[in-house]
């Protein structure tokens, strides 16, 4: 019995020798597991971020599929992608007002100004288009600067300002249109090129969609060291490749079938561009920071050290020149200035597009990717109905529908976030 205890105190004594799959096995059950937690707790505090958008445009092409086979068509989606283009980069601009917890409502005015500044520049005067171009884009610019200072500096509230200038730059627009309402200029020109111009040559399209996402993959690599090396949350590597896989599938799945009609439109590469460098400005700057920590409250953003003035106004200014440029893409789609973006129905638009794409309309929450989530939805449901032959009243009926829930959903994760506050 004394060997016998002996021998298993011996054994008691031996180290066993780790296996390193074992312990390989246990911290990716542990990353699996924090991800999943973090799924938990997303779908608890109601913090979804873009997927009920996500979910709402997959329902809306397999629904308007599943009625008309021609909804997908290399065709019609081409015809799509150029559609969204005037619209989302003015609802880029909204995201930038919204995450302020602003408004702005003259972006539909600034949109035909714009296009009105354009054509009686170069139609009426002889300017050249470039030249056109650039001054049309800063009158949008001053204008949003004008509505900004109105608003940071001498306290006129938002919404009251951009209303006085949604009614003084359509008037404008409609002095620049002269008697005739429209100013139809070149089909062959640089602003007509905006929405006419694509791309075909298989390395040229293939290309920008592997250079698209080798940039992806190697942003968040860069970012992942950076955060880990400042003690910071970063993401894990299988994550960053499955991300950087789905991207991969989008990209090339998107210039394959838009290769089978026309090609890649250029004024969906400029969107696109317009969406990436407004993110990266909000995410990876200064200035962009302190725009979601002002939308987070003005002051706790104030007692940060934030100057709320010149920020409010730069938000505003920037909500401007967007506006500008989009309106230009609506003129380039017509080939000619009109009444038609300051009709009303273009800031609509561009204001859901916004709400549904996931920017909250209490500010601090948002991004700029919302913009094109949410004039891919409006967009393929304008596109389906007018496929079936739906009239317009019916469209803006369901447009509504959905804007509505957009906004329900917010206010449940506003009134869930405050809730938590209070706990």
Known sequence: MRWRRNRARATDAVPVAADPRRDERRRYTGRIGAYAGAVRRRLHESQLGPAPALLALVVTWVVFQSLNDNFLSPRNLSVLSVDIVGTGIIAVGIVFVLLIGEIDLSVGSLAGLAGAVFAALHVNLGMPEWLAVIIAVLCGAAAGAIHGFSFARIGVPAFVVTLAGLLAWNGLMLY???????????EDGLVAMLTSRYFSAAVATYGLAALGTAAYLLVSYHDRRRRSAAGMPYRPVGEIWA????????????????????????????????????????????????????????????????????????????SGALAAVGGLFVASRLTSASQVPGSGMLLISAIAAAVIGGTSLFGGRGSTWSALLGVLIIQSIASGMALLGVEPPIQFMITGGVLFTAVVFDSLARRA???????
């Open 176 to 186: 620049l249109l002269g008697p005739e309402s429209t100013i139809h200029f070149s």
């Open 243 to 318: 991300r950087t896989a789905l991207l991969a599938v989008v990209a090339f799945t998107a210039v394959h079938v838009l290769g089978r009609f026309e090609g890649l439109p250029l004024a969906l590469l400029i969107f696109l561009a317009v969406i990436v460098v407004s993110d990266l400005f909000l995410r990876r700057t200064p200035y962009g920071r302190q725009v979601l920590a002002l939308g987070g409250g003005v002051e706790a953003a104030r007692r940060a050290g934030v100057d709320v003035a010149r920020v409010r106004i730069l938000v505003f200014t920037a």
């Open 417 to 423: 976030a405050e809730a938590r506050w209070r706990t």
